[in-house]
């Protein structure tokens, strides 16, 4: 059939590249191997309990607006946004840092806790805003052939890439106390990077963060996920979830022809999206010989993002915590470089602790709360087992942690719900090449022309979407990653 469009994965990345196809009129099936859409952003449900099992920071929401109103909706329609103010607590060992979505505010409180160091703020706002300006429409295009890296566009956002710095380097350009330096650089971790090696154009995170704020869905993130299900189906799309995709079919001249299922039968379709990780896909998803550039020892040698050591729990009691709050190292440098260069569990973790019942009740049942903790470490190449010892001594460090920096000190007593997710389960049970939640890294030479292209270079009729494509992980480039792949389909196979 024409304009036939099979969507491998319905996680963020395949379910808004399917809610704008089948907006556009391409008859679209998805096949999702879990049981339930939202992939890494799919809700995690027991007992009365849900948590979002990955992202719970949505930034830039007017990126999801529009990806609504392409498609003649309106996200309100269909979720409930909550902007949060403060956006998050930074608690370091002697000081806490709360950033207000009010500019005025933030100011004053780094005033109050940092005197002296106000006006870098400001400065940082008026010189970020003129690289976001520059470089954010360059990460709205494809990057197919190398002569796109010669794109106007690109060419005049160059003087805005602080090429040869780092992250942390540039916030050296506002702030002098570090505790200040690592509030608008501890961001790097949202690409699974370090803030020492975090190209240094990413300064835009902050800049998004305090100029947009950071929102929460009613319900969870993965709210969102279950949103662009119900449009898919209004539009006429089909999901199919607990149903894997074996294989991606290819013809001789190497261009995808539909999808094989494990039980051997064979689909055709025009077209396929991909959303399925992009390491593992490429490793396991094709015929040999089909993949020539990503090959298995490409792959190995590329840069990847760290891992998360995650724990879900569903507590008796509602603690007196904010909704969003990431308790930094002792020694936040020596924390990350342990976690990416020396690949080994810090004794001093840093531990992110999401408390979102305080502000959404319905996460969990009366008097109750959902608690998720997230804690950086490396991804599988790591030689760490994760076996019952160490996932068992890990806990008790995490727990510590949050114990010596919160008020929550008696976190045993109240569990009543668990499940940890470790980096062996990302790869394992997920199917994250190794078991890096944030993809390949976003290291310059990842990144545009060098990052696994949209109209993918190696099989016809295939478009990636996702983390592992242009412009890369985080839900805001993962629905542009969608965008753009959807454009080209539209050009190639015009309805
Ligand atoms: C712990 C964690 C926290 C994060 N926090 C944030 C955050 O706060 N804010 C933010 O913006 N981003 C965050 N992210 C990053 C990113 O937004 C999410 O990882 C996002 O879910 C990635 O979307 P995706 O579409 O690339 O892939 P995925 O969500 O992984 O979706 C891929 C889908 O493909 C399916 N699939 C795989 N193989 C097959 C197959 N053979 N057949 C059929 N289906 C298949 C999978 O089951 C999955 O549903 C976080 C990620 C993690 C892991």
Request: overall charge neutral; charged content about 25%.
């Amino acid at each position: 059939m024409s304009g036939s469009i099979a969507v491998v994965g319905a996680g963020p990345g395949g379910l808004t590249a399917a809610m704008l196809l089948a907006g556009r009129g391409y008859r679209v099936k998805v096949f999702e191997k879990a049981d339930r859409v939202g992939g890494r952003s799919a809700a995690i449900t027991e007992s009365g309990f849900s948590f979002d099992t990955g992202p719970t920071f949505l930034m830039m929401t007017f990126i999801l607006r529009e990806m609504f109103q392409e498609v003649g909706r309106n996200l309100d329609d269909y979720c409930t946004v909550m902007p949060l103010d403060p956006m998050y607590r930074l608690n370091f060992k002697d000081v806490s840092f709360d950033p207000s979505r009010d500019n005025e505010v933030t100011y004053q409180r780094i005033r109050d806790t940092f005197a002296g160091e106000e006006s870098g703020y400001r400065k940082l706002l008026k010189r970020e805003s003129v690289r976001y300006r520059y470089m954010y429409p360059c990460l709205q295009k494809p990057y197919g052939n190398p002569f796109s890296m010669l794109s106007p566009r690109l060419l005049r956002a160059l003087p805005h890439l602080s090429a040869g710095r780092s992250l942390y380097s540039v916030l050296g350009n506002y702030f002098k106390n570090d505790n200040l330096r690592i509030s608008f650089t501890f961001q790097a971790k949202y690409l699974g990077m370090s803030p020492w090696n975090c190209p240094g154009l990413y300064a835009m995170i902050p800049f998004i963060e305090h100029n947009f704020g950071v929102d929460h869905v009613k319900g969870g993130l993965s709210a969102i996920s279950e949103a662009m299900a119900r449009v898919i189906k209004e539009d006429g799309g089909e999901i199919l979830t607990s149903t894997p995709v074996s294989r991606i079919l290819t013809d001789g001249r190497g261009r995808a022809t539909g999808v094989m299922l494990p039980d051997g039968s064979k689909e055709e379709y025009d077209a396929v999206v991909l959303n399925a990780d992009f390491g593992y896909a490429a490793e396991k998803m094709f015929e040999e010989g089909v993949i020539r550039k990503w090959t298995p020892s490409r792959l190995d040698r590329s840069n990847y993002s760290c891992s998360t050591y995650m724990l879900y729990l569903g507590m008796d009691k509602i603690w007196d915590e904010p909704h969003h709050q990431i308790v930094l190292a002792d020694d936040y440098r020596r924390n990350i470089t342990e976690i990416m260069g020396e690949k080994i569990l810090s004794e001093d973790v840093s531990v992110y602790v999401r408390n979102a019942s305080v502000t959404d009740p319905t996460l969990a049942p009366d008097g109750h709360s959902a608690l998720y903790v997230l804690v950086p470490v490396p991804n599988t190449r790591a030689p760490i087992s994760w076996d019952d010892d160490c996932r068992r001594e890990f806990r008790e460090r995490v727990i510590a942690r949050i114990a010596d920096r919160t008020s929550i000190k008696d976190l045993e007593d109240h569990i009543v719900f668990q499940k940890e997710i470790t980096p062996a389960d990302w790869r394992d049970e997920y199917s994250i090449y190794q078991g890096a939640t944030f993809n390949l890294g976003h290291n310059i030479r990842q990144m545009l022309y060098f990052r696994p292209h949209n109209r993918f270079e190696e099989v016809g009729n295939c478009y990636l979407v996702g983390g592992g494509t242009h412009p890369g992980s985080g839900l805001p480039t993962i629905y542009e990653s969608a965008r753009i792949s959807s454009d080209l389909i539209r050009r190639d196979l015009p309805q």
